[in-house]
């Protein structure tokens, strides 16, 4: 399997490892198929910007990979803008990932969007967006 520069590079230098104490948005999501589980922290300022973005993940390369770039994608940005990454988003700023890794970049989209699901709950605003859910039991 062949993986991009930018791959290896997120893999190995992994960006935003670790977790935020009293994070505004905690998302957990995992595909017990392949074993990969990712847990998202996003800390967010009072004008709705994620001003931090962490995360731990469990799996493969390509999981932490994914993981890493999504929370470089987010970071600085509002949580609308966040919503709408996609794993193609994803992937395409990791230069590819092979067929049969594009699950993990589906994964870090909804770990994502469910990390803002969580804040949303917690702050009384209505979840008004689907998070896809890729796992299988």
Known sequence: ???????????????????????????????AKCGDIMKMYLKIDENDVIVDCKFKTFGCGAAIATSSMATELVKGHTVAEALKLTNSAVVEALEGLPPVKVHCSVLAEEAIKTAVADYYNKIGREVDFEIEKSHEE
């Not at 960006?15 to 995992?30: K, L, Y």
């Open 1 to 31: 399997m062949k993986y991009s520069e930018k791959v290896m590079d997120h893999f190995t230098n992994p960006r935003n490892v670790g977790e935020i104490e009293n994070a505004d948005g905690v998302g957990v999501v995992g595909n």
